[in-house]
């Protein structure tokens, strides 16, 4: 069975870092894996899909990477602003399964 | 294009009572799934459909019952509402291996 998690649980850094969110997947048969972000109360907004023969895909100031070997995904956020506070979420779409989701990553950008 | 839609947004009931949870999609996507979120737990599949005709059980459907007439709508019964089902409901649909799109949300409260 796919488990998926996320490290940290939660983070908080001052505005204009540059920080990386971990995603973890324990069963490397996968489709695809997706990046959301959910604001408090809010539904899910899709980041970047990237699927399994890709290695990569940016858009903006974010760049999620893929190691389907290791199992393993990097969301990159580039110079961070407040408004990028929010839960991430990565999910993973496996073989005869369907989308696993990771517990999520809450981040805070301080001003 | 609507993308995936919710209603209601809000919902009130008492234990023993049953209501239907809308959803559509206007994508045209074959794949449409509903998942419960609730603190702590994260994200967990209730049911999901393949196509129109077509569904299967996901990792919690107990109390919950689905059916899909047409590609796009896929609503979710609540039989006979308990507390334990008090919780954030989404709706999501893609096509297989690419973008899952998810709608804003049902909050659900069991008394």
């Known amino acids: 069975k796919q488990e998926v998690t996320q490290i940290p649980a939660a983070l908080s850094v001052p505005e204009g870092e540059n920080l990386v969110l971990n995603c973890s997947f324990t069963?490397?048969?996968?489709?695809?894996l997706q990046w959301f972000r959910q604001d408090p109360g809010k539904g899910l907004t899709s980041l970047l899909l990237?699927?399994?023969?890709?290695r990569e895909q940016t858009s903006g100031r974010l760049n999620a990477s893929l190691d389907k070997s290791s199992g393993r995904s990097t969301l990159y956020i580039a110079a961070s602003q407040p408004g990028d506070s929010a839960t991430y979420l990565c999910?993973?779409?496996?073989?005869?399964?369907?989308?696993?989701f990771g517990p999520g990553t809450r981040l805070s950008v301080l001003p | 294009n609507a993308g995936v839609t919710q209603t209601p947004k809000f919902q009130v009931l008492k234990t023993g009572q049953s209501m239907t949870l809308q959803c559509a999609q206007d994508m045209n996507h074959e794949y449409m799934s509903w998942y419960r979120q609730d603190p702590g737990m994260g994200l967990r599949l209730i049911h999901y459909s393949v196509g129109a005709g077509i569904t299967d059980q996901g990792e919690v459907p107990n109390g919950y019952n689905v059916s899909r007439s047409t590609t796009e709508d896929f609503p979710l019964r609540l039989l006979s509402a308990a507390p334990s089902q008090t919780s954030v409901y989404f709706c999501?649909?893609?096509?297989?291996?690419?973008?899952?799109?998810f709608g804003p949300g049902t909050r659900l409260t069991v008394l």
């Open positions: 999501a649909s893609t096509l297989p291996g690419n973008e899952q799109f």
């Open positions: 999910a993973v779409w496996g073989y005869g399964q369907n989308f696993v």
């Open positions: 069963d490397s048969a996968i489709y695809n």
């Open positions: 990237i699927q399994s023969s890709q």
